[in-house]
């Protein structure tokens, strides 16, 4: 019998608002049981540090110009890392074996193989005393992938440990929406296939006091404004995604621009639309003649008006992941938990078919507590 592992995973996304955390007990094959998720809000000042920063860096020279501001950041991002984990440590009976510390991902270009993430993975585990799997996606550029998306893996142990019936679809939408889908003749396959919520957020962050737009209520009471729209069709156009397995929020963020002068309730709407409408394409061509299911995950599935027009388009009623009695907040956190054991364990995190890597490989860095 494999060695079961208690994990810790801590994800924050690209909502920026604070930390998921996971306590998983699994193999890193086919076992996994949730002991424990959690969530931990940022400060304010911290939130806006982390939006103004990546509002900054919008490619590679960005990122050395804001290098002194990048550490200092990065050292507040671990040590409120640290404290989390201190206080989970305090109420748990049984020892921790892993923390997969995924950090707060700042940049990520998949053309030129670019991916950034604060944290620092040797301080995390001098504070903590604890083994820490950090820097999850540079081996995996390394090796030719995009470093993104790292779920697939997880995902796969989900639909395994669930008996869904295959085939299934997978649809993560958060900043950016991914996509897996299982197949019972062939492997995994998963990639980006579009924005989430990072359009309605940032429409949201720039013209009101909220981070989002609750159920997309206020997109549905606004009128889709159909020459800005196909502004931003003609923008996504020339973007040069087709082939590219990840993507970023900042691919997409300059298209705002296009947005300026309409109501806060048009420009949400227009933005709900165009987002809807790019997902429903990509899912509609890449699915087979029939899926047994359509699983949503991620932050975005919490947009009913979002999901209602998403279904209208393609035509398909989406289950929510948490129908399954998987807590869909903490599907991330619970995967980092996971890969982290996987890494220590020298298993592949990611696949051709996940990240267009050459081959299977692992991922991360191992930093041993002695």
Same mark, same amino acid.
């Given at each position: 019998?494999?060695?079961?592992?208690?994990?810790?995973?801590?994800?924050?996304?690209?909502?920026?608002?604070?930390?998921?955390?996971?306590?998983?007990?699994?193999?890193?094959?086919?076992?996994?049981?949730?002991?424990?998720?959690?969530?931990?809000?940022?400060?304010?000042?911290?939130?806006?540090?982390?939006?103004?920063?990546?509002?900054?860096?919008?490619?590679?020279?960005?990122?050395?110009? !804001?290098?002194?501001?990048?550490?200092?950041?990065?050292?507040?991002?671990?040590?409120?890392?640290?404290?989390?984990?201190?206080?989970?440590?305090?109420?748990?009976?049984?020892?921790? !074996?892993?923390?997969?510390?995924?950090?707060?991902?700042?940049?990520?270009?998949?053309?030129?193989?670019?991916?950034?993430?604060?944290?620092?993975?040797?301080?995390?585990?001098?504070?903590?005393?604890?083994?820490?799997?950090?820097?999850?996606?540079?081996?995996?550029?390394?090796?030719?992938?995009?470093?993104?998306?790292?779920? $697939?893996?997880?995902?796969?142990?989900?639909?395994?440990?669930?008996?869904?019936?295959?085939?299934?679809?997978?649809?993560?939408?958060?900043?950016?929406?991914?996509?897996?889908?299982?197949?019972?003749?062939?492997?995994?396959?998963?990639?980006?296939?579009?924005?989430?919520?990072?359009?309605?957020?940032?429409?949201?962050?720039?013209?009101?006091?909220?981070?989002?737009?609750?159920?997309?209520?206020?997109?549905?009471?606004?009128?889709?404004?159909?020459?800005?729209?196909?502004?931003?069709?003609?923008?996504? !156009?020339?973007?040069?995604?087709?082939?590219?397995?990840?993507?970023?929020?900042?691919?997409?963020?300059?298209?705002?621009?296009?947005?300026?002068?309409?109501?806060?309730?048009?420009? @949400? @709407?227009?933005?709900?639309?165009?987002?809807?409408?790019?997902?429903?394409?990509?899912?509609?061509?890449?699915?087979?003649?029939?899926?047994?299911?359509?699983?949503?995950?991620?932050?975005?599935?919490?947009?009913?008006?979002?999901?209602?027009?998403?279904?209208?388009?393609?035509?398909?009623?989406?289950?929510?992941?948490?129908?399954?009695?998987?807590?869909?907040?903490?599907?991330?956190?619970? @995967?980092?938990?996971?890969?982290?054991?996987?890494?220590?364990?020298?298993?592949?995190?990611?696949?051709?078919?996940?990240?267009?890597?050459?081959? $299977?490989?692992?991922?991360?860095?191992?930093?041993?507590?002695?």
């Amino acid at each position: 019998m494999s060695k079961k592992f208690y994990s810790l995973g801590l994800m924050s996304g690209t909502s920026m608002d604070g930390i998921d955390v996971s306590i998983i007990q699994s193999d890193g094959k086919t076992t996994y049981k949730v002991i424990l998720d959690r969530y931990f809000k940022y400060s304010k000042s911290l939130y806006i540090d982390l939006v103004n920063l990546r509002d900054k860096i919008k490619n590679f020279n960005d990122l050395k110009k !804001n290098e002194n501001e990048i550490k200092i950041i990065e050292n507040k991002i671990t040590l409120f890392h640290a404290n989390v984990v201190k206080k989970l440590l305090k109420v748990i009976k049984f020892k921790i !074996n892993l923390i997969g510390f995924h950090g707060q991902t700042i940049f990520h270009d998949s053309k030129r193989k670019i991916s950034k993430q604060l944290g620092d993975g040797r301080l995390l585990s001098k504070i903590t005393k604890k083994n820490v799997v950090y820097d999850f996606r540079q081996n995996d550029i390394r090796n030719g992938g995009e470093g993104a998306p790292l779920t $697939p893996v997880f995902h796969k142990l989900l639909i395994s440990k669930y008996k869904l019936k295959l085939p299934t679809l997978i649809i993560n939408i958060g900043g950016i929406t991914n996509v897996t889908w299982s197949k019972p003749e062939s492997k995994i396959i998963s990639y980006d296939i579009g924005p989430g919520n990072c359009l309605i957020d940032k429409w949201m962050r720039i013209n009101t006091k909220k981070k989002y737009d609750k159920l997309g209520s206020l997109a549905k009471k606004g009128t889709v404004n159909k020459g800005r729209l196909q502004y931003l069709y003609n923008y996504y !156009n020339k973007m040069g995604l087709k082939n590219l397995y990840s993507y970023d929020v900042s691919d997409f963020n300059a298209q705002i621009k296009y947005l300026k002068g309409l109501s806060l309730k048009d420009g @949400a @709407a227009t933005l709900n639309e165009y987002t809807t409408e790019i997902l429903s394409k990509k899912i509609i061509s890449s699915r087979p003649l029939f899926f047994a299911n359509i699983i949503l995950s991620g932050g975005g599935r919490k947009n009913k008006f979002l999901i209602k027009t998403l279904e209208k388009k393609i035509k398909f009623q989406l289950k929510l992941i948490d129908e399954y009695k998987i807590n869909g907040d903490f599907v991330e956190s619970q @995967a980092f938990a996971y890969l982290a054991i996987r890494s220590y364990l020298k298993l592949p995190i990611s696949f051709p078919e996940t990240t267009n890597v050459k081959k $299977p490989c692992t991922g991360g860095v191992l930093v041993k507590y002695n």
